[in-house]
């Protein structure tokens, strides 16, 4: 039988929270049928190790990372440390270190939510989002000059390689032609970021010669935020910048209802390091440790995990089971109206894949 090494970094906040609860999914449907096993190493890297040793994660975190099939990940930042230091201490690191370039981040408003925008039907609203996830405005060069006095400079700057941008597009093209719209929108700003926004519109020409099956229109983002909200069902793969997409992203997710509720993989797509999944949301202090965080996203995470290892009809069947929870309005948490606790979706899930039948291997 096949066995998967899966790293789980349940991290700060809500993260330990819903990674438990992921596990317990995960190790559901690899009790049932599904013809494979999972093998768990949990690593507890964030806050906590912070404190005590003053780093998120051990110098040498990423060699224990590598010879893992998949990472499963929660939530990196802690109400008592700067967050830069959160972040860049723990989930950029494993990005960057381990070439995860192509964040890749689903929407789709899923059976039982009640999404906020009037006129948009579930089917109007299907889209994923694709994130440069190494460089741009995430890079980390810049620094701070002059510290403290009155004269202090500081910069962040963004870094735009030619490579880069191009794996990135190359990536969204290949996602867009193997969905059935067959349709990619390209986000820049390159009305006022005359540079590298620039090459990037260049690059998207020069890609969508490779793809000549696939239809791909342009947006700048400011516009973009309108679209989305306007006619939602004008699109389906969209990709952009670091920033730009971090940031659609999110409304992307608040648009399908809630941020509790959508997943993320960031995906090495050459296959060399181990890719990382995680829900979209972060430590949400205002509700940790209480028991009432959505696992919804980080289950959606757990079926994005599978289908990269190759088990689509365990995916299939995760996401079968998590839709005939969030059908039920009795299952909802706070975030979605409801009542519900963390234990008790996690439980209804577990129950939905135990008495389901396992669909015909894809
Ligand atoms: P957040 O996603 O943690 O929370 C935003 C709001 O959404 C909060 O009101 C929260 O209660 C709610 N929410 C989020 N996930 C939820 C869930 N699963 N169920 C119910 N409600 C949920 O974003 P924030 O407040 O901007 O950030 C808090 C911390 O998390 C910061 O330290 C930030 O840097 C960090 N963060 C980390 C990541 C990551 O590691 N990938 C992503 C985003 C934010
Ligand atoms: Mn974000």
């Not at 965080?293 to 757990?302: D, I, K, L, Y």
Request: hydrophobic share 45%; glycine share 8%.
């Amino acid at each position: 039988m096949k066995s998967y090494r899966i790293a789980l970094i349940p991290g700060d906040g809500i993260g330990k929270e819903v990674v438990p609860a992921g596990r317990q999914v995960l190790e559901a449907l690899a009790g049932t049928e599904s013809g494979f096993q999972m093998e768990f190493e949990s690593f507890d890297w964030g806050g906590d190790a912070y404190r005590k040793h003053g780093e998120m994660m051990p110098a040498n975190g990423l060699d224990a990372l590598r010879g893992k099939d998949a990472i499963l990940f929660g939530s990196a930042g802690d109400p008592d440390i700067p967050d830069h230091i959160t972040l860049w201490g723990l989930r950029l690191k494993i990005c960057q270190g381990l070439d995860q370039y192509a964040n890749v981040r689903p929407t789709r408003i899923l059976p039982g939510i009640d999404a906020p925008l009037k006129r948009c039907r579930p089917e109007d609203l299907n889209w994923v989002i694709v994130r440069e996830n190494t460089e741009g405005e995430y890079s980390g060069a810049g620094g701070r000059v002059h510290q403290g006095f009155p004269i202090e400079v500081a910069t962040d700057l963004s870094v735009m390689t030619r490579a880069g941008v191009e794996r990135i597009q190359r990536y969204a093209f290949k996602l867009a032609q193997s969905r059935p719209r067959k349709l990619l929108t390209v986000v820049t700003k390159s009305n006022a970021q005359r540079h590298a926004m620039v090459m990037w519109d260049d690059v998207a020409r020069e890609v969508a010669k490779d793809f000549p099956d696939v239809a791909c229109d342009k947006e700048m983002v400011d516009a973009m935020t309108a679209r989305m909200v306007n006619r939602p069902a004008s699109l389906d793969t969209i990709v952009a910048t670091n920033l730009h997409a971090d940031i659609l992203s999110d409304l992307a997710a608040a648009l399908a209802g809630s941020l509790g509720i959508g997943p993320t993989a960031n995906i090495n797509p050459e296959r060399v390091y181990p890719s990382m999944f995680e829900p979209i949301h972060g430590s949400a202090f205002d509700i940790m440790g209480k028991g009432i965080a959505n696992p919804v996203g980080t289950f959606w995470t757990a079926a994005m995990m599978l289908d990269h290892l190759g088990e689509a009809a365990a995916a299939a069947r995760l996401m079968q089971a998590v839709e005939q929870v969030t059908a039920n309005p009795a299952l909802h948490t706070r975030d979605l109206g409801g009542t519900a606790t963390t234990a008790q979706v996690t439980e209804a899930v577990c129950a939905a894949i135990t008495s389901s039948r396992p669909l015909a291997t894809a």
